[in-house]
């Protein structure tokens, strides 16, 4: 948590996106594998905002269970900014403080610039302060318009601007700070009388400034801060921004990146110094990555948990955890519930689910591990089979300390192999085999000699 702002805030986030071309609302696209409104209400916890609000409306089903503990209100029509602001009026009432204003679809929005825009406005005594930016191309944007003492006057939009305000090089980034009490107070001066028949968020610097209220400002020091995303390409330049921050500071922190442009960590992602991410290397969710890995090339990790000095090349990995030294892929797949202890290997085209992977054992190559515990220094033959699924019920295979499973074994659970086992290859094991035992299931061997010349000469001379 950052410092403890006075203020609480407000995340405007009930918007369709309709040029997001979507079945989603706009603010549930990730960006970094993580949702456009995650990344606002957590910058807002991040600055330490007394409670974030929410107001969501569009696909309201698909926003609300993102929003954790933030207090939400509804917008069920869609009537502008100003409009958005009313919908969560009530819950703001009898609040003296400072309501913070921020959009769910600028995710690029930092917990300093937050607590920052809240001291510049606790100091100015203003009744609002808008947060501002200087685009080297200003086409588009609000302009600031000041009056003769340099405060705030208002804001004008691009396409009513005069020849003189569309030189103004400062803009309206959709970010304030208000104070409560006149925000609320002048929410009834709104009017709807507009092009588009909506009350807007903006008119209210307008209207304070007219009742002789001070309205203050203060430059955003990275414009990328206030990159809003309305559609697939602006999410792709937000996306690339977060991915050069997070980069940036992980290279800092002691991270080699070959290419960090072909490196993407989500910003829940925890990694150590002296890891190496390799090109293609995705980060996902909560995984954390200890010192001194190699992840990659072609490897994307979720919610993952990885010890020290791990190996994964070509990996997939979800919901994962693995101890020190592990090796794992070429192309491997570790589902949901695979524990991998100190020193195990996991090697080409194996999948590995709701399994743990004892010390220093082996599943080298084309096996297939699900609902398993395998023991310490276990080598597991190519080819083999977990068969834990009966086609109702999943069932458990156990398999013993210093076990050999010959290649192409069937292990059809429930089954249980004891201590320093052995099984013939090709076998396919039903039963549970007793602590130094040799488990062969095979039929005989048959030899029919002469075969293939009788059989192949009467189909050739036909």
């Not at 004892?358 to 395998?374: F, M, N, R």
Request: aromatic share 4%; charged share 20%.
């Amino acid at each position: 948590m950052g410092a403890h702002v006075k203020a609480k805030a407000l995340i405007l986030a009930a918007g369709a996106g309709t040029r997001m071309k979507s079945n989603k609302p706009k603010v549930v696209h990730e960006m970094l594998g993580k949702p456009l409104v995650r990344w606002v209400v957590d910058a807002a916890h991040q600055a330490g905002c007394d409670d974030v609000h929410v107001v969501i409306g569009h696909g309201r089903e698909q926003v609300e269970p993102l929003l954790g503990d933030c207090i939400i209100s509804y917008q069920l029509e869609m009537l502008g900014t100003g409009h958005t602001i009313m919908c969560a009026a009530d819950k703001f009432e009898g609040y003296e403080g400072n309501i913070v204003v921020l959009c769910g679809d600028s995710p690029l929005i930092t917990a300093s610039t937050i607590e920052h825009l809240v001291e510049t406005h606790e100091a100015s005594g203003a009744a609002a302060t808008v947060l501002t930016m200087m685009p080297a191309n200003p086409f588009g944007y609000g302009r600031i318009v000041r009056d003769a003492g340099g405060n705030v006057a208002g804001i004008v939009e691009e396409k009513d601007c005069t020849e003189e305000q569309r030189a103004i090089g400062e803009c309206n980034s959709g970010i304030y700070c208000f104070s409560a009490p006149a925000l609320l107070g002048h929410l009834d001066q709104l009017d709807r009388n507009n092009a588009q028949g909506e009350y807007y968020l903006t008119d209210m610097l307008s209207l304070l400034a007219a009742d002789g209220l001070t309205v203050a400002s203060m430059v955003v020091e990275d414009n990328d801060e206030c990159l809003g995303v309305n559609s697939r390409a602006q999410l792709a330049v937000a996306g690339k921004v977060a991915q050069r921050r997070i980069n940036d500071r992980l290279m800092a922190d002691g991270v080699t990146m070959l290419d960090p442009n072909l490196v993407w960590v989500g910003p829940d992602c925890v990694v150590e110094n002296d890891v190496e991410l390799l090109p293609m290397t995705m980060l996902w969710g909560t995984t954390r990555v200890s010192n001194g890995c190699v992840i990659g090339p072609n490897t994307r990790l979720t919610d993952c948990a990885i010890g020290s000095g791990n190996v994964l090349e070509e990996v997939v990995a979800i919901e994962t955890t693995t101890e020190a030294d592990v090796t794992v892929g070429p192309r491997a797949y570790l589902r949901p519930g695979t524990y991998l202890c100190e020193g195990a290997h996991v090697g080409t085209h194996v999948e590995i689910k709701k399994s743990t992977v004892g010390p220093d054992s082996k599943v080298p190559h084309l096996s297939y591990i699900g609902d398993a515990t395998i023991g310490t220094d276990v080598n597991i033959g190519a080819g083999t089979i977990t068969c834990n699924y009966d086609g109702v019920n999943k069932h458990q295979t156990i398999i013993g300390d210093f076990t050999f499973v010959g290649s192409n074994t069937m292990l059809v659970a429930p089954v249980k192999l004891g201590s320093n086992v052995v099984t013939g290859a090709a076998s396919c094991i039903t039963k549970d085999v007793p602590d130094g035992a040799l488990a062969v299931e095979r039929n005989e061997q048959k030899i029919i000699e002469n075969w293939t010349e009788r059989h192949f000469t009467n189909k050739r001379t036909s």
